[in-house]
């Protein structure tokens, strides 16, 4: 089997679908699309279904978005004005032994995919891709701290839950624009790396001492690490920022409860979608030779 044997769904997303969807036609795919913005002129080479289902028909592989699912089971999609909830009648028609490449899934899709004997390739937490389309990420996160703020991030405190690839390069950047960077991380070496780089850290223990003086806290961990406990010593002028994937580093609905101005900076890759989308396909791409060497039987 080859590429030009394979048909692939891109399904749900925002503009980086459309680059991801032109790369997979150039790649010699049959290319069927739904649940992402449409181009006026339209993506030559693809089909633009009316619907999941009818993208997901006769699909070998469908490609779903990174930032993953929402709490209620919903593909990341947000400029759809419904919902698109994965269900067994809409995977159904996707032919088999198929595969599905997102960012990561919920127990709602894997149960499905289970039980229709489809594979799920989650490529979230892929460093080389993290890097890849990390610049947009950070840009992105500057674009919401700068939005929503009143002062600038040159001299501003700004502490940083979290150092993992997108925290250690939001932190490099936000110290070069001259922001005071405090890191809260559990591991050493990262509170090691952080200082490194010109950032203050602290455990997370510590956070309750940095948190009084902080002008916009910023949380990159997708575990919920910052409680209401720990968002009651912020100021009320403060910022809270969360650029993680569900649940978010941070109690989202106390900080809102306490009157903290907050944003769930989520699909911040969107900001650069050609070059994300690319850097995205990078992973994809991976993925689906991998499949095709295992059906021709690993030659």
């Avoid at 700068?146 to 997108?166: A, F, P, Q």
């Avoid at 110290?175 to 890191?183: E, K, M, N, R």
Wanted: hydrophobic fraction near 45%; aromatic fraction near 4%.
């Amino acid at each position: 089997m080859s590429w030009k044997d394979l048909v692939i769904a891109v399904v749900a997303g925002d503009n980086r679908e459309q680059e991801i969807a032109r790369c997979a036609v150039r790649a010699g795919a049959k290319v069927r699309c739904f649940g992402f913005p449409w181009p006026e002129a339209g993506i030559e080479g693809a089909y633009h279904a009316a619907d999941a289902t009818d993208a997901l028909k006769g699909a070998d592989v469908a490609l779903f978005p990174i930032p993953g699912i929402t709490p209620e089971g919903a593909l990341f999609a947000p400029k759809l004005d419904s919902k698109i909830i994965p269900t067994r009648e809409m995977m159904a028609g996707m032919r088999r032994p198929g595969h599905i490449i997102l960012g990561w899934a919920d127990p709602n899709l894997k149960a499905i995919c289970e039980e229709l004997k489809i594979t799920i390739h989650e490529y979230e937490w892929d460093v080389d891709l993290m890097l890849l389309r990390g610049p947009a990420i950070v840009e992105g996160v500057l674009k919401a701290i700068i939005e929503n703020t009143d002062i600038t991030i040159h001299r501003s405190r700004i502490c940083l839950v979290g150092y993992g690839t997108i925290g250690a390069l939001l932190a490099r950047t936000l110290v070069s624009l001259g922001a005071y960077v405090t890191v809260a991380a559990r591991n050493p070496v990262q509170r090691a790396a952080a200082q490194a780089a010109g950032a203050n850290s602290v455990t997370l223990e510590g956070l309750e001492r940095v948190l009084p003086e902080t002008d916009i806290l910023v949380g990159s961990v997708p575990k919920q690490i910052v409680k209401e406990k720990e968002l009651q010593a912020l100021p009320k002028h403060a910022l809270v920022v969360d650029v993680a994937a569900p649940p978010g580093s941070i109690d989202q609905a106390s900080a809102k409860a306490l009157g903290l101005k907050t944003i769930w900076a989520r699909g911040m890759g969107s900001r650069a979608p050609v070059t994300v989308g690319r850097s995205q396909w990078i992973g994809i791409s991976r993925r689906i030779e991998d499949i095709l060497k295992a059906r021709s039987g690993g030659s």
